[in-house]
């Protein structure tokens, strides 16, 4: 034994030592699946060493991105051993044994459509409810596509968000963000037509020109709100001193289109009339011969102690503006 020490030490050059025996085993498997965002050692290899430590930060080292769904990837030992080495381990310290590579596949959840919607609702329902404005319908437009993203080691989750931080007109526009061991993979959005609503007046009942416009007639109902909203009736108080300027259906949405000020002259009614221009201004009696509500044009009739009992004629005829109750006014 002991010559054949000394021998060995004859052979060796000057100052040269023994090989180290490696103390890290790597059995690589010929398949493998990736759950995560990154291949690590531990994915592909099982690693045997006296010293656990060190094999637990073998197990952690990075060995690139797994590939997408429905591919593989291969890593190899001469693949697994340069990483070692750029980790900072020896190449002498490292033997392998199983397969001369594994081929790798990602471990994969489908996120369906419905769980990118409800994410992306909870953050919709809280913008509508910041915004005072509780009366929105809203539904996904378009398709939301399922997403394959890696099951994770630890955890997955789905992070939205309302882009712009506000709600358009017609729309809201939010990002889904899914997130894999708290790092982001893939960020799908989700677009809801939102359709707006209020509350407005209609018609209780069939309503004939001329009808008074009051609480009686009238019944709240929810309107959509559109451009063509904006003369709708949304207050009792806009009722006051109203008729209804046409014949209106049950159930209709009354506008402000379907109503006017109710007549404050009355057919034969006596009122002074006023002939404004730039060089004259008269001031007269004459007799309504229609009835008139403030800002209509009604026909009266010029009256005098000569003719207060003749017959109207065209030359006693004139058009005039209702101003108030008691007064017309012709401009010229």
Not at 25 to 52: C, F, N, Q, W, Y
Not at 101 to 108: A, G, K, L, M, R
Not at 123 to 128: E, G, K, N, S, T
Request: hydrophobic share 40%.
């Amino acid at each position: 034994m002991n010559s054949t020490i000394a021998l060995l030490a004859m052979l060796l050059p000057q100052g040269a030592e023994p090989a180290a025996q490696p103390t890290l085993t790597i059995d690589l498997h010929a398949d493998a699946s990736v759950p995560g965002l990154r291949i690590k050692v531990r994915d592909v290899a099982t690693v045997r060493s006296e010293d656990t430590e060190r094999a637990e930060k073998v197990l952690e080292v990075d060995c690139g991105p797994p590939p997408q769904a429905g591919y593989t990837r291969e890593v190899s030992r001469h693949d697994l051993l340069l990483r070692l080495t750029r980790a900072g381990f020896k190449a002498t310290e490292i033997s392998f044994t199983g397969a001369q590579q594994s081929f790798v596949q990602p471990t994969i959840h489908n996120v369906t459509a419905a769980e990118l919607i409800k994410a992306a609702t909870e953050v919709l329902d809280r913008a509508i409810l910041a915004a005072k404005e509780p009366d929105i319908d809203y539904k996904p437009r378009g398709a939301v596509p399922m997403v394959r993203v890696p099951i994770g080691r630890g955890s997955r989750e789905l992070r939205a968000r309302l882009a712009r931080g506000r709600l358009d007109i017609s729309h809201a526009h939010c990002d889904v963000e899914i997130l894999v061991d708290g790092e982001s993979f893939k960020t799908v959005p989700v677009v809801f037509t939102l359709t707006r609503y209020c509350k407005v007046l209609a018609a209780a009942h069939g309503l004939r020109p001329g009808t008074p416009m009051n609480e009686s007639n009238v019944t709240w109902t929810r309107a959509e709100t559109t451009q063509g909203t904006a003369q709708t009736l949304t207050s009792l108080d806009q009722l006051k001193g109203m008729v209804a300027r046409r014949t209106v259906r049950a159930g209709e949405v009354l506008t402000m289109r379907h109503l006017q000020s109710r007549a404050v002259i009355g057919v034969g009614d006596i009122v002074e009339l006023n002939v404004r221009s730039a060089l004259v201004r008269i001031r007269t009696r004459v007799q309504a011969l229609e009835s008139g509500h403030v800002g209509k044009f009604i026909r009266v009739r010029r009256i005098d102690a000569s003719t207060r009992n003749q017959r109207t004629t065209a030359s006693t005829l004139l058009l005039a503006k209702v101003v108030s109750p008691e007064l017309v006014v012709i401009d010229s």
